[in-house]
């Protein structure tokens, strides 16, 4: 059984800077693209930013020049380090991982259970 296993999250003053973190454990065989999407109360889950196994990166354009994603493969781990934080930043943080494992026998999306970050102005 995969699970994502997300930390890091908390309240933080606006200008500030948090750092996520997400593991994967389980049946692993192979780890795709690991991301991180947000969702505001009231609003829908978006993404934020993106890493695929190569390195390639993807950012939201509101988080660009601010936040860096990171991953490290051999501990299949997607962390994420946000800098200059805005309150329109506050919402729960999701970790996304594309997964090849022995339950499924084909690549799947895990995703974590959240982890709450709150900018205060």
């Known amino acids: 059984q995969v699970q994502l296993v997300e930390s890091g999250g908390g309240l933080v003053q606006a200008g500030g800077s948090l750092r996520l973190s997400c593991a994967a454990s389980g049946s692993i065989i192979s780890t795709g693209t690991m991301g991180w999407h947000r969702q505001a109360p009231g609003k829908q889950r978006e993404l934020v930013a993106e890493i695929r196994s190569n390195g390639i990166e993807n950012y939201a354009d509101s988080v660009k020049g601010r936040f860096i994603i990171t991953r490290d493969n051999a501990k299949n781990t997607v962390f994420l380090q946000m800098n200059s934080l805005k309150p329109e930043d506050t919402g729960v943080y999701f970790c996304?991982?594309?997964?090849?494992?022995?339950?499924?026998?084909?690549?799947?999306?895990?995703w974590g259970q959240g982890t709450q970050v709150t900018v205060s102005s």
């Open positions: 996304k991982a594309r997964i090849f494992s022995s339950d499924r026998a084909f690549y799947y999306d895990y």
